[in-house]
């Protein structure tokens, strides 16, 4: 076998079933032709070093075989800006908020030095920056993916785009990310994905399970994250909102709230597991971790607060102008 | 300014003519080491990598027909323009021609 057979025979390993003997054969065709005519400039036969040559102005031979393919993205053009935006915002939410809830949880659980703490937390970090990467991915391919299926983009009617004045255009960066953020949030709620642990107690991770007021509230939490999803999603695809469509995210954040007040009113959200030696630490770090939690929700329900606020103010604002208008 | 910049708008502005002096050179039957040389004869350089996925692109698009044959020893598949592919490349030429008054124009 000489170099053009095992050249075409890794081409040919590349290539897909069904069209590797026709499209060997005719690259077979024209190499031994190419071949051929250099022998005879040469008045000798192509020795390796000549194959060699003319092989490597072909070019690599997964190259070769790539070109046969048809193009696929994975995340096309039209998505692709916006997937960097949202995998350089989600991974800073997430890598950020484990080194600093991650580092001072660690700090205050045990007397870990910096070295110690440092040898704990990147991992934690990086392995939530790799999870954010990987759901994020998944969420454009399957927007992608939809997005190619039902021709979203070109089924559009220019009559119906909104009136520049009369109604709020939401951008594509806020609806993106609220998009990816929700169904991160969803990934993580119904189980598929579990956060990295956080909390060490000598070389052995420590257990961080759900407090017992979670029962009542996981069927409210997911109803809520999937009318967020379906809110935003719509957002992303008309980026502009109506009055029907503000209500509804109205009475989604509503129903939020209702449910931070309920959580505010328990305090018992996590439970830290720890072994005999390490109950203190794992008091404290339960403390802390709750604590955290609380004012986090509190911030939470604090900013909704206002986001409905700013929506109904908007939605009253926009009445008298429209009535105007006609 | 990017050095590859030349390079990109090049490749670029190749990419449809290639298409359209392929499709007119396949109004005489070719197989593809011998379409490659008459490219590059008429000053055409096109390297096999891009030619012979773009054969089986316009095949596929039934722009070309195809047949295996044996020449010389080998065999060889040959193309020729279809009658589709007549249709398309009249028209193209339509466009092609256009494009070139208006560019006279312009530049």
């Known amino acids: 076998m000489d170099l053009i057979d095992r050249y075409l025979a890794a081409v040919r390993r590349q290539l897909p079933e069904g069209t590797q003997d026709d499209i060997v054969q005719e690259l077979r065709d024209s190499l031994r032709s190419e071949a051929e005519e250099l022998e005879v400039q040469a008045g000798r036969p192509l020795d390796a070093g000549g194959q060699a040559a003319l092989l490597k102005k072909r070019g690599h031979p997964w190259l070769v075989a790539a070109r046969y393919l048809s193009q696929q993205y994975l995340i096309g053009p039209s998505l692709y800006p916006y997937y960097r935006k949202a995998l350089g915002m989600v991974v800073f939410w997430v890598v950020l908020p484990i080194i600093l809830i991650g580092g001072a949880v660690t700090t205050i659980s045990s007397e870990a030095s910096i070295a110690t703490w440092i040898s704990r937390i990147i991992p934690a970090a990086w ?20 997005q190619v299926r039902l021709s979203v983009l070109d ?5 119906r785009l909104p009136d520049h004045d009369a109604v709020r255009e939401v951008p594509r960066s806020e609806s993106v990310f609220g998009l990816v953020f929700s169904l991160t949030f969803l990934i993580w709620w119904t ?103 609380m004012v986090s929700f509190a911030g939470i329900g604090l900013i909704l607060a206002w986001d409905v606020f700013v929506q109904i103010r908007r939605l009253v604002k926009a009445r008298p102008a429209r009535a105007h208008a006609l | 300014m990017d050095p590859n910049l030349f390079d990109t708008l090049r490749l670029e502005l190749r990419r449809g003519s290639l298409t359209l ?27 096999e990598g891009t030619l ?52 006279d124009r312009i530049i």
């Open chain 1, 127 to 146: 392995n939530g920056a790799i999870y954010s990467v990987g759901i994020v991915t998944i969420v454009f391919a399957i927007l992608e993916h939809e």
């Open chain 1, 191 to 293: 189980g598929i994905v579990r956060a990295p642990n956080l909390v060490f107690f000598g070389s052995e991770p420590a257990r961080i399970v759900p407090g017992p007021m979670w029962a009542p509230l996981y069927w409210p939490i997911l109803l809520s994250l999937l009318a967020s999803t379906a809110i935003h999603l719509v957002d992303m695809i008309r980026p502009w909102r109506t009055t029907a469509l503000s209500l509804v995210d109205i009475g989604v954040n509503l129903f939020n709230i209702g449910i931070i007040v309920f959580m505010l009113r328990a305090n018992n959200y996590v439970q830290v597991l720890a072994p005999a030696d390490y109950v203190d630490r794992a008091a404290r770090a339960e403390y802390s971790i709750n604590n955290t939690i």
């Open chain 1, 155 to 159: 089924k559009w009617n220019p009559e």
């Open chain 2, 21 to 47: 002096a392929v499709l007119a050179q396949l109004r005489s039957e070719h197989y593809g080491y011998t379409l490659r040389k008459a490219l590059v004869d008429l000053g055409l350089d096109i390297d």
């Open chain 2, 52 to 103: 012979y996925p773009l054969l089986r692109r316009l095949e596929a698009q039934e722009l070309l027909t195809s047949e295996w044959r044996e020449e010389g020893g080998r065999k060889k598949r040959f193309y020729k323009l279809s009658p589709d592919g007549r249709q398309i490349l009249k028209q193209l030429l339509a466009e092609w021609n256009a494009i070139n008054q208006s560019l």
